[in-house]
């Protein structure tokens, strides 16, 4: 199902009163690292408490403060920090003691982001109750910074809280896990049972995927199942997973799936948890999930993520090769990472010497490696994953991305892709829609298609490596 096709997905709900449900967890401010974050919380806060504008100024009267619905309105569709009597008056209008919120908006004013005061097992966490203590809480360190994924969060927010499954999916370096593990830890307060965290390391380079036994009995160990009761299994262990979280609130972060079959025996996971997973690939067939799909950043957010690594008075010396750094990472975060990250360590190179050394394409991937950070490694695993695949339509598939990254950049149309592939166009359109599925290619409607530029890129350094495949 579509985020956008179901209206309970709506942002912004119809001006009438709904009634709290009493299962639900009252949202806190706890652990919220940025603005962006501590407005998801106050339009979760509004809809909790299921008041409408008109209702909340009233209210708000009553309680001798001033908060005009037309001010409240247009606050709550910001991601800026409101004022502190704007967010005061909120909450006491909503039925709660506002000074968490105050706390917690002035602790953001002063740090302008997250570093310290989030996540399971965080420094800044607060340690738990002498009977939450096997409560397993494994989520890994939020994000540091999370730019322009405010609508993401709120989207992936609302499915968690709605769908047994969802399923967070992207190209290769967009931020999936990023955005998966911060939607985990803004729901936590849903799961007080526990937050249980695998990497199925489906496109780590170099590593096996897990298999599903392997991954159920993970979750088994993380939940105090004893080794030598785990079965091998995967049917028996996944049985034994839905057992022991029937009567349990968890939510399960299953990270970097390789494909269906790798989780398909886990979930749904059964009773009132619930599981994220991130994933390359579409994963559309898991029953009872819904799909959020992350897209490149827009040129601003893109911006600001060099921004935030390079420092402000280096970006606004260079402006021009700021945007233009931007593109040619394709406004991606892992590369925008690795960019930003080379320059750090140069600094004493302007921004125009790295956007000069990418302006060749055959040597571009080159400049996109630090550490133990490769884009082009990251990118070979999913080529690899088709070229190597028994079922012959996805060979198919990666002989057709080597073989359309030699048409001109920008839209790919079905006929020039069937030309180019000298097929029919029923079997060109069912090649490039397993492309789509696998997000190695964006479709922009039936019949249109767009190779992202790093996956252009690398689609013609193996075409060139096997002879242009013609």
Same mark, same amino acid.
């Given at each position: 199902?579509?985020?956008?096709?179901?209206?309970?997905?709506?942002?912004?709900?119809?001006?009438?009163?709904?009634?709290?449900?009493?299962?639900?967890?009252?949202?806190? %401010?706890?652990?919220?690292?940025?603005?962006?974050?501590?407005?998801?919380?106050l339009r979760q806060l509004k809809r909790w408490a299921g008041f409408t504008y008109r209702e909340l100024e009233s209210r708000a009267r009553d309680n001798g403060d001033h908060l005009a619905r037309s001010t409240l309105a247009s606050t709550l569709r910001r991601d800026a920090l409101p004022r502190p009597d704007v967010v005061e008056a909120l909450v006491r209008s909503c039925g709660l003691d506002p000074a968490p919120w105050v706390r917690a908006r002035r602790r953001l004013t002063v740090l302008h982001t997250g570093d310290g005061s989030a996540g399971d097992g965080h420094p800044g966490d607060r340690p738990p109750r002498p009977a939450e203590r096997t409560v397993p809480r494994q989520l890994p360190p939020v994000p540091p910074r999370l730019v322009g994924r405010g609508r993401e969060l709120e989207q992936?927010?609302?499915?968690?809280?709605?769908?047994?499954?969802?399923?967070?999916?992207? *190209?290769?370096?967009?931020?999936?896990?990023?955005?998966?593990?911060?939607?985990?830890?803004?729901?936590?307060?849903?799961? *007080?049972?526990?937050?249980?965290?695998?990497n199925l390391r489906g496109t780590t380079p170099g590593a096996e995927p897990m298999t599903p036994a392997e991954v159920a009995g993970a979750l088994l160990r993380s939940l105090g199942t004893p080794d030598a009761q785990v079965p091998s299994d995967a049917g028996e262990a996944a049985a034994r997973l839905r057992s022991a979280l029937s009567d349990r609130r968890v939510l399960v972060l299953l990270d970097d799936v390789a494909s269906a079959a790798q989780v398909r025996p886990l979930v749904p996971i059964g009773g009132p948890s619930a599981a994220v997973l991130t994933s390359r690939a579409s994963l559309t067939s898991i029953e009872g999930?819904?799909?959020?799909?992350?897209?490149?950043?827009?040129? $601003?957010?893109?911006? $600001?993520?060099?921004? =935030?690594? /390079?420092?402000?008075?280096?970006?606004?010396?260079? %402006?021009?090769?700021?945007?233009?750094?931007?593109?040619?990472?394709?406004?991606?975060?892992?590369?925008?990472?690795?960019?930003?990250?080379?320059?750090?360590?140069?600094?004493? =190179?302007?921004?125009?010497?790295?956007?000069?050394?990418?302006?060749? $394409?055959?040597?571009?991937?080159?400049?996109?490696?630090?550490?133990?950070?490769?884009?082009?490694?990251?990118?070979?695993?999913?080529? $690899?994953?088709?070229?190597?695949?028994?079922?012959?339509?996805?060979?198919?598939?990666?002989?057709?991305?080597?073989?359309?990254?030699? /048409? %001109?950049?920008?839209?790919?149309?079905?006929?020039?892709?069937?030309?180019?592939?000298?097929?029919?166009?029923?079997?060109a359109d069912r090649v490039l829609e397993r492309l789509v599925d696998a997000n190695l290619v964006e479709s922009g409607g039936p019949g249109r298609y767009r190779v992202p530029e790093l996956v252009r890129l690398f689609a013609l350094e193996r075409a060139e490596a096997r002879g242009d495949d013609r």
């Open positions: 199902m579509a985020y956008e096709s179901h209206p309970a997905y709506e942002f912004d709900p119809a001006e009438q009163s709904h009634p709290a449900n009493e299962f639900d967890a009252v949202p806190t %401010p706890d652990h919220v690292a940025t603005p962006e974050e501590f407005m998801i919380r992936a927010l609302s499915m968690i809280s709605s769908a047994p499954v969802t399923v967070v999916t992207g *190209p290769p370096g967009v931020g999936k896990s990023a955005v998966g593990v911060r939607a985990a830890h803004l729901a936590a307060h849903r799961f *007080p049972d526990g937050r249980l965290y695998v999930s819904l799909h959020l799909r992350v897209g490149e950043l827009s040129h $601003e957010a893109a911006q $600001e993520v060099l921004a =935030w690594y /390079l420092g402000q008075e280096r970006v606004r010396a260079e %402006p021009e090769a700021v945007r233009t750094l931007a593109s040619q990472c394709g406004r991606l975060p892992l590369v925008l990472r690795v960019a930003a990250a080379r320059l750090a360590a140069r600094p004493d =190179w302007p921004v125009r010497a790295l956007t000069g050394r990418m302006a060749d $394409e055959r040597r571009r991937l080159d400049e996109f490696r630090v550490d133990d950070l490769e884009v082009r490694a990251s990118l070979a695993v999913s080529f $690899e994953d088709l070229e190597r695949s028994r079922a012959e339509q996805d060979r198919m598939a990666a002989r057709a991305l080597r073989l359309i990254a030699g /048409l %001109p950049p920008g839209e790919v149309r079905l006929p020039d892709a069937a030309a180019a592939l000298d097929a029919s166009r029923d079997a």
